[in-house]
């Protein structure tokens, strides 16, 4: 009686390449939930492989206009989410998918009675652990992968948990450690290693991170995403042609074979980051439009492609693309406020403010329009019409937090200094831990030019929870905290800090703000 497991059976056949199995298990699903989102979804997918685009297309529409499934049409603890008397990842699963599909009071009801049967179990712990990172619970996640290490020291996977939340943290040593162990408990765990990378790029440290996922990989050798995440991390450790040579690799691979999925888009991706840093514009705009062809429904790659495109003085195709593959996806939102985005970067700001509204007007409660047509009156510096929509995207949701973070730039463009420290205080008390919003109210407690505005106490305490939470990593988050230092008289501290963002920034290769930082220090 369980519709998501037929489902799931579908999707597994699919990625196995049994397309003979897939409908069956699709249709004995449906007959259980005839509207499920997921079924279309598997569809979808279904039809693209079997080189139906119409009908792919179409079960493509439906899946973005059905809510998102029910997850369970029976009892939530049942004989599928046991085995040997313990939860199993179906019962965790379950927990995630209720709680990232914003349906929290369903997901504690199920984790209370999974906790009430299953107290005891550190996988369970472990597992909820990772679902509280999922959806923002720190310290519930904390408190879980900790339980988790009290009742098994010895579970791998619960010092990767731990690993996870530390890094969320802002702690990479801390997770460095973490992944150690659970490696040193089973040198088999693959998660183990990725922690360990994760860490090393926080760290700033490259070729560990590189050796890491390599490790990794070696485990799983036909681990598409780790092969992405060794190519990337080859990028980052600045060995371009091994990492041009190992995408390419993969990539003409799956063309050969007539198998490229949409995670091969990252590879593609990856081939433009490498053609457009050795200054090669056209590779680049070809490596996008191959990684749009893999995958159609990534939005951010056409966004990439599109500014490459108007910085190459090919606006119009551009726009021709845009259009193009919004038309292709007509229930996709992104795209159409991506098209919107684009006609104003192209200067259209009529045609821009006019395609948004018409999508207004199909959703009129739904923020991220609104928030669409705030930025293109901005950027046209049209304040008081941006203020008017930011303030309608806070209406349907009140820790959006680059309303919040727009709101106090406007204030401060108006030179409205009060209005843009409320601006800033009503965003973090809806989002509290926004970096990005704790560190813009640091810098005007700190530095406000009306003195009376000023509260150096308040921001240092801010700004030294915004450089913890960044892992001391952004040298733009560790000036406004040398700011405040200053501000409350602490002036050593405020050389060592400023110091330490301007190695920084020169370490990140941004000598404009290592400049900006020592002259602060002079």
Same mark, same amino acid.
């Given at each position: 009686?369980?519709?998501?497991?037929?489902?799931? $059976?579908?999707?597994?056949?699919?990625?196995?390449?049994?397309?003979?199995?897939?409908?069956?298990?699709?249709?004995?699903?449906?007959?259980?939930?005839?509207?499920?989102?997921?079924?279309?979804?598997?569809?979808?997918?279904?039809?693209?492989?079997?080189?139906?685009?119409?009908?792919?297309?179409?079960?493509?529409?439906?899946?973005?206009?059905?809510?998102?499934?029910?997850?369970?049409?029976?009892?939530?603890?049942?004989?599928?989410?046991?085995? /040997?008397?313990?939860?199993? =990842?179906?019962?965790?699963?379950?927990?995630?998918?209720?709680? &990232?599909?914003?349906?929290?009071?369903?997901?504690?009801?199920?984790?209370?009675?999974? !906790?009430?049967?299953?107290?005891?179990?550190?996988?369970?712990?472990?597992?909820?652990?990772?679902?509280?990172?999922?959806?923002?619970?720190?310290?519930?996640?904390?408190?879980?992968?900790?339980?988790?290490?009290?009742?098994?020291?010895? +579970?791998?996977?619960? @010092? #990767?948990?731990? =690993?996870?939340?530390?890094?969320?943290?802002?702690?990479?040593?801390?997770?460095?450690?973490?992944?150690?162990?659970?490696?040193?408990?089973?040198?088999?765990?693959?998660?183990?290693? #990725?922690?360990?990378?994760?860490?090393?790029?926080?760290? %700033?440290?490259?070729?560990?991170?590189?050796?890491?996922?390599?490790?990794?990989?070696?485990?799983?050798?036909?681990?598409?995403?780790?092969?992405?995440?060794?190519?990337?991390?080859?990028?980052?450790?600045?060995?371009?042609?091994?990492?041009?040579?190992?995408?390419?690799?993969?990539?003409?691979?799956?063309? /050969?074979?007539?198998?490229?999925?949409?995670?091969?888009?990252? !590879?593609?991706?990856?081939?433009?980051?490498?053609?457009?840093?050795?200054?090669?514009?056209?590779?680049?705009?070809?490596?996008?439009?191959? /990684? +749009?062809?893999?995958?159609?429904?990534?939005?951010?790659?056409?966004?990439?492609?599109?500014?490459?495109?108007?910085?190459?003085?090919?606006?119009?195709?551009?726009?021709? $693309?845009?259009?193009?593959? *919004?038309?292709? %996806?007509?229930?996709?939102?992104?795209?159409?406020?991506?098209?919107?985005?684009?006609?104003?970067?192209?200067?259209?700001?009529?045609?821009?403010?006019?395609?948004?509204?018409?999508?207004?007007?199909?959703?009129?409660? @739904?923020?991220?329009?609104?928030?669409?047509?705030? &930025?293109?009156?901005?950027?046209?510096?049209?304040?008081?019409?941006?203020?008017?929509?930011?303030?309608?995207? +806070?209406?349907?949701?009140?820790?959006?937090?680059?309303? @919040?973070?727009?709101?106090?730039?406007?204030?401060?463009?108006?030179?409205? @200094?009060?209005?843009?420290? /409320?601006?800033?205080?009503?965003?973090?008390?809806?989002?509290?831990?926004?970096?990005?919003?704790?560190?813009? !109210?640091?810098? *005007?407690?700190?530095?406000?030019?009306?003195?009376?505005?000023?509260?150096?106490?308040?921001?240092?305490?801010?700004?030294?929870?915004?450089?913890?939470?960044?892992?001391?990593?952004?040298?733009?988050?560790?000036?406004?905290?040398?700011?405040?230092?200053?501000?409350?008289?602490?002036?050593?501290?405020? #050389?060592? #800090?400023?110091?330490?963002?301007?190695?920084?920034?020169?370490?990140?290769? %941004?000598?404009?703000?290592?400049?900006?930082?020592?002259?602060?220090?002079?």
């Amino acid at each position: 009686q369980e519709s998501y497991g037929h489902f799931g $059976i579908a999707d597994a056949e699919l990625e196995l390449g049994n397309l003979d199995s897939v409908k069956p298990a699709v249709d004995r699903g449906i007959a259980i939930n005839p509207r499920s989102r997921r079924a279309h979804i598997v569809l979808a997918k279904y039809y693209e492989r079997k080189g139906d685009e119409r009908l792919a297309l179409r079960h493509r529409g439906f899946s973005e206009r059905l809510t998102v499934d029910p997850v369970s049409r029976t009892d939530p603890i049942n004989d599928m989410l046991t085995v /040997a008397g313990g939860p199993t =990842a179906i019962a965790i699963n379950r927990v995630r998918v209720l709680a &990232t599909s914003r349906d929290m009071a369903g997901a504690d009801r199920l984790r209370a009675q999974l !906790l009430e049967r299953y107290g005891d179990n550190a996988l369970l712990h472990a597992g909820l652990a990772e679902v509280d990172l999922l959806v923002g619970r720190m310290e519930s996640a904390r408190e879980h992968a900790e339980t988790a290490l009290r009742l098994d020291p010895n +579970l791998p996977q619960a @010092h #990767v948990t731990l =690993a996870d939340y530390y890094l969320a943290a802002g702690d990479p040593t801390k997770a460095l450690e973490q992944g150690d162990r659970a490696i040193q408990l089973d040198p088999d765990v693959t998660a183990g290693h #990725v922690a360990k990378a994760r860490a090393y790029e926080v760290m %700033q440290q490259p070729a560990e991170a590189l050796a890491a996922y390599q490790a990794a990989l070696a485990q799983q050798p036909d681990n598409l995403m780790l092969e992405i995440r060794v190519g990337n991390a080859l990028i980052k450790a600045d060995q371009l042609d091994a990492a041009h040579d190992w995408c390419m690799n993969r990539v003409t691979q799956a063309e /050969a074979d007539g198998n490229v999925t949409p995670l091969h888009a990252e !590879l593609y991706v990856a081939l433009a980051n490498i053609a457009q840093t050795r200054g090669d514009g056209k590779v680049a705009v070809e490596s996008y439009k191959r /990684a +749009l062809m893999a995958d159609p429904s990534r939005e951010i790659i056409f966004r990439q492609l599109a500014q490459l495109l108007i910085q190459l003085g090919r606006g119009e195709e551009a726009r021709k $693309i845009g259009e193009r593959l *919004m038309n292709a %996806q007509p229930q996709s939102l992104d795209y159409a406020i991506s098209y919107g985005n684009l006609l104003s970067s192209l200067g259209q700001f009529d045609a821009a403010v006019a395609h948004i509204q018409s999508i207004i007007a199909e959703l009129p409660t @739904h923020p991220a329009p609104h928030y669409a047509l705030a &930025t293109v009156y901005l950027d046209h510096n049209e304040l008081d019409k941006a203020k008017a929509a930011l303030e309608t995207v +806070l209406a349907h949701q009140p820790d959006h937090e680059h309303a @919040h973070l727009m709101l106090l730039d406007i204030a401060r463009r108006k030179g409205d @200094h009060a209005a843009a420290i /409320a601006h800033a205080r009503a965003g973090l008390a809806e989002s509290p831990d926004s970096v990005l919003i704790g560190n813009s !109210l640091a810098w *005007m407690l700190a530095t406000c030019p009306e003195a009376s505005l000023r509260d150096p106490q308040a921001a240092v305490e801010l700004a030294e929870k915004v450089a913890t939470r960044s892992q001391r990593a952004m040298p733009n988050y560790l000036d406004p905290l040398a700011c405040a230092y200053a501000s409350a008289g602490r002036f050593d501290d405020a #050389v060592r #800090v400023a110091r330490e963002a301007v190695d920084l920034a020169g370490a990140q290769d %941004q000598p404009d703000l290592a400049a900006e930082f020592g002259s602060r220090v002079s």
